[in-house]
Each structure stands twice: as C-alpha cells, then as structure tokens.
C-alpha cells in the first residue's frame, strides 16, 4: 500500500473563493470609463498606437469629449477601426475589450 500526502487545497480553496467573490462583483451591468475598458496595453496589441488618446488623434476626428464622439459617423469609425485595428468595427473592439476587463476583474490576467 503507498501513503501519499496532497497539499495546496486550502489555497486553491482559497483562490476559488476569490473568484467566486469577483464573479458576484461583475453581476449586473457596469458603467466604464473608456480609458479603464480600453487601457494602453489593449491599445498596443491590438493596434498600432499606444493609447486610446493616439487613436483619436490618428481617427482625423476631433475627439476630446463624449458628445464629440457620438458626433462622429459611426461608418467611417467603423471603417477607421478596421483600418487600424484587429477589429472589423467598433463593436467587435469593444466586445474585444469587455471580455478582457471582466478576466482582469476576474484575477485570471
């Protein structure tokens, strides 16, 4: 008969508590600031540029406040995302970096 020892429950316990704690945080629905939900480090893997501020400035819109952007025609955004990005329209940007935020929220980044 062989005896063996298993250690390192209590912290995968532990680390399961956390992300069921988080889990319950993400619930619902979130209002959130485009420059936490498209960080620098989304904006340098997946375009050129290396903030959101460099992708406005690069758009050829002028872009410095909400009301600004909601002006913006959403088929030449589109077509400017296309363009530049990995994404084929605002929206899959946006899908894109929604998903990655609620990992980060989540602890598994």
Do not use: Y
Request: aromatic share 12%.
């Amino acid at each position: 008969m062989f005896k063996f020892e298993m250690k390192g429950f209590d912290k995968l316990q532990r680390r399961l508590e956390e992300l069921r704690r988080n889990a319950q945080a993400l619930d619902g629905t979130h209002q959130i600031p485009l420059s936490e939900l498209l960080p620098p480090s989304f904006i340098k893997r997946n375009t050129k540029f290396e903030d959101l501020e460099a992708v406005f400035q690069a758009s050829g819109f002028a872009i410095e406040s909400q009301e600004d952007f909601e002006k913006t025609p959403d088929d030449e955004w589109d077509k400017f995302i296309r363009e530049q990005t990995r994404f084929s329209s605002w929206e899959e940007m946006l899908n894109g970096a929604v998903k990655e935020w609620a990992t980060r929220k989540l602890g598994l980044l």
